[in-house]
């Protein structure tokens, strides 16, 4: 499989959620950074990205694809044995310089949220302003408590806490010494579901109202759809794609990526007068599509509609409620599976026969090499 194809130029899937360029100034500069564990396994090989003040960009892949690697090494945490780190235009890291991770002025929020069991609410968001004055700390770390929504709990310890309590305390004893960015790694794993979708609204509202630029660690494609202007997917220790979260879900540049950050299915097809003809339809064909004639068309369970039911040659196999919708896995003729997504009012029995219709509006292709 080649490289992708999409119908419409990335620009009409690509609503830029970050400020506007006059206001911004660039505050990270990562240029093809390597790190490597040992003397010949590269942990991640020519990580190149820039961030613009306020930015939210979200690390997307699988477990050990270089993520937190990545995040570790602009913090200082991890050396770089090749390329270089620039914040705010200072360099930090590269094979012969090393800044350690306290003058970087980068803050960071751990997995397992690190707070000082030992240490009241108050001390732990205060750890770190030991530069200002008794009462500038204790304003700030009023501020902070304010921000976070915890006023009136300084007092208590971590343990007497809930978790999303416990993840804002992380938050504010990273962001109280106003940092130039904040990391995060994987910061809503320890949390339950609901709770979950809370947080991630809560830390989105205040890295917004903040203008703060962060970097969240993630393996979750939701996660990263909901709170990223950009999304970088990793794959074996590289970046395979960088984008928004729109052009990452649409217009996906490797199969890989397709089936990441979502429900992906390739059908075989031809090209021929203008369409993508394959076993359950025609396909708008790419406008700018100049490459071989045999594909892989990307089929997303949105791009089919159930048309009859009891009739046709597809045949539902599977059927999976997600509240909002029903997402069927249907068996085609040639034996190969798709997924369609149907109304969550729209449930049809297990066996049955189905006529399919394509409802595609845009089309991504991948050359099908043999």
């Given at each position: ?103 970087r002025h980068v803050g960071m929020v751990f997995q397992e949220y ?257």
């Amino acid at each position: 499989m080649g490289a992708f194809v999409h119908e419409h130029a990335p620009e009409a899937l690509n609503p830029d959620r970050r400020p506007t360029p006059s206001t911004t100034r660039t505050v990270l500069d990562c240029c093809t950074v390597t790190c490597a564990y040992g003397l010949t396994k590269s942990a991640i090989r020519d990580v190149s990205f820039s961030m613009q003040q306020g930015d939210i960009l979200c690390l997307l892949g699988p477990s050990g694809c270089g993520k937190t690697t990545t995040l570790r090494a602009i913090a200082g945490f991890e050396r770089a044995v090749y390329g270089e780190i620039f914040i705010n235009g200072r360099l930090m890291s590269s094979a012969q310089v090393h800044l350690p991770p306290e003058q970087r002025h980068v803050g960071m929020v751990f997995q397992e949220y690190a707070l000082f069991p030992h240490l009241r609410v108050e001390e732990n968001i205060a750890f770190g302003l030991t530069n200002l004055s008794s009462s500038e700390r204790r304003a700030q770390v009023q501020a902070m408590l304010s921000i976070i929504g915890l006023s009136g709990l300084e007092k208590r310890y971590p343990h007497e806490l809930s978790g999303g309590q416990q993840q804002r305390v992380a938050l504010a004893r990273a962001l109280a010494p106003k940092p130039v960015m904040l990391l995060l790694d994987e910061p809503f794993s320890n949390l339950d579901p609901d709770m979950t979708v809370k947080m991630r609204e809560e830390l989105l509202q205040l890295l917004k109202g903040t203008q703060t630029t962060s970097i969240l660690v993630t393996h979750d494609h939701e996660e990263a759809f909901a709170i990223a202007d950009r999304i970088a997917v990793f794959q074996d220790g590289q970046i395979v794609q960088i984008d928004t979260p729109e052009n990452i879900y649409h217009l996906p540049t490797s199969p890989f990526v397709a089936e990441f950050v979502g429900q992906a299915d390739f059908l075989p097809g031809s090209l021929q007068q203008g369409v993508a003809s394959t076993e359950v339809g025609e396909f708008p064909k790419p406008a700018h599509y100049n490459g071989q004639a045999h594909v892989q068309v990307l089929v997303r369970p949105d791009d089919i509609r159930i048309t009859a039911v009891g009739t046709g040659e597809a045949c539902i196999e599977a059927r999976q409620f997600r509240g909002s919708e029903n997402v069927y896995r249907i068996r085609l003729p040639s034996g190969r599976q798709i997924h369609c997504s149907e109304p969550s009012t729209a449930v049809y029995p297990l066996h049955a026969l189905v006529e399919l219709e394509v409802i595609a509006t845009h089309t991504v292709l991948f050359e099908h090499n043999e």
